[in-house]
């Protein structure tokens, strides 16, 4: 999860000024398959679906068909990591709630060292990580992987009332700082972290794997 960490970093830092759009409308139905980001459906599996999209069986390619071509597919590779595939929307509006996204993508440890041989360009990013650009085969390869996780940035801002509203009552609430505290959904594989001072981040796993949130949070004091 730090690769995805630092790709949050790099997105927060790029949003200056916040988009005052409303969070949705409570009473609204949402059109057929447009869900917002509070609706998390838990499946038989132990895995969720989230923006009609199964965590860990669908895949990049199906991502496209519902939210659009547009995204930008690169591999994360943090110093002394071995990197994560991740697919970076600048822009959706599931269910009335713009905001931007970012998927993690299920590869092997040979699938992205493979991928950093082939790669067409590698940028450096301001963590010091290093963002690299996949060759035309491996884009292909990509459109074929399932997504694991997903992170939701909000344009709106959110606030701890909002947050209750449309989530509920999470089963733990951790703050990391002065001004940001952590809303644990451990039954719907959700960590909302809300920042009093900056954009809210959404953090979704299956809710299986819902130890890979928690587990950077361990010596976080519960509120």
Known sequence: ??????????????????????????????????APPWRIDRLPDGASRVFGLS??????????????????????????ESGSLEAYYESINPGGVKGKLILTLATSLAQREQMLQRARKVDYMPSAARRVELGADDLVQADAAPIVAMVFIPSANLDESVVLQRFGTPAERLRSGEHKEHFLYPDQGLDLQLDAKGKEVLQYVAPRDFARLRAPLANVPAR
């Open 1 to 34: 999860m730090k690769s995805i960490a630092l790709f949050i970093a790099l997105l927060l830092a790029l949003l200056a000024l916040p988009m005052l759009l409303p969070f949705g409308s409570g009473n609204r139905p949402d059109p057929a398959g447009d």
């Open 55 to 80: 965590l860990g069986q669908s895949t990049l390619g199906e991502a496209r068909q519902r939210l659009g071509p547009d995204v930008q597919v690169a591999l994360i590779v943090a110093p002394g």
